[in-house]
């Protein structure tokens, strides 16, 4: 499956250094890194995806395998191979099933608060069950649309969150794939059974929010194992969503990150 793409780059784009790629979260959209995709692309060559069932991509059954080789299909489509990837949450459990299934197509690794390993998205099933249960009104506008998310979501950064996934106005509907997502939320939250020996030998980085539960010391050895040469780090004032809690500290690790990988 080819999926929706936003390429942006300096004018003379320095060939010998990867593209770097970004890969959004669950119920999140390529724009989500926009300002770091901003940021990165005066420099280097940057793609930031919409994985399948969400933003404009296309809507289908999902697990890691499936949303691997999709961005595999996209980056050799768009000549992106190999490339530095970055993924949060969702999207970093897709990143490290990609740099294991296809490693050579991967320069480098950015995993952002998740672990290889069943976990992550503690409430996010029951959630996406709720949403898809949600009767849609006739009519919205945004104040109606936060107000009607607000019956089963109580935090206002969620609700701003969701509200990119809806079509406002006469006859609203979701712009993702919800009824597929809520289908795939037992494998989303899972992490698939791999062969023996399978691993990743390039340089990854793993980072972890100070005040998230994403990534526990019992996650270690499975790091070590299939990424033998991770390493760990803490932004301490950050909680899951890393890169919007802390941007500057965020973005700091991600420069140092591209300089020495």
Not at 45 to 57: F, V
Not at 62 to 68: E, G, I, N, Q, V
Not at 148 to 166: A, C, F, H, T, Y
Not at 225 to 242: K, M, N, Q, S
Request: proline share 8%; aromatic share 8%.
């Amino acid at each position: 499956m080819l999926l929706n793409t936003i390429e942006l780059g300096p004018e003379n784009d320095d060939l010998s250094q990867p593209p770097v790629v970004f890969l959004h979260g669950l119920f999140g959209r390529a724009r989500n890194f926009g300002f770091f995709q901003r940021r990165i692309a005066a420099t280097r060559r940057t793609l930031a995806l919409d994985l399948r069932n969400h933003g404009a991509s296309p809507h289908g059954p999902m697990d890691y395998p499936t949303l691997a080789a999709d961005v595999c299909e996209t980056l050799a489509a768009h000549n992106a191979l190999p490339a530095t990837v970055v993924g949060h949450s969702m999207g970093g459990k897709t990143a490290m099933m990609l740099a294991l299934s296809f490693p050579a197509e991967v320069h480098s690794l950015m995993v952002v608060d998740i672990a290889p390993g069943e976990g992550g998205f503690s409430q996010s099933h029951e959630l996406a069950r709720k949403l898809a249960d949600l009767p849609l009104p006739d009519f919205l506008d945004r104040a109606g649309a936060d107000a009607w998310l607000g019956q089963v979501i109580p935090e206002k950064s969620v609700r701003d969150l969701m509200l990119m996934n809806l079509d406002l106005g006469e006859r609203p509907r979701w712009n993702i794939g919800l009824r597929e997502i809520v289908a795939s939320m037992p494998v989303i939250i899972g992490w698939p059974d791999l062969q023996p020996g399978i691993h990743y030998d390039g340089p990854t980085l793993f980072v972890a929010g100070g005040r998230s539960h994403y990534i526990q010391p019992d996650n270690y050895p499975a790091m070590r194992r299939l990424f033998p040469h991770y390493r760990l780090e803490t932004i301490p004032d950050a909680g899951h969503w890393v890169h919007a809690q802390a941007p500057q500290a965020f973005l700091t690790a991600l420069e140092h990150f591209l300089r020495v990988a």
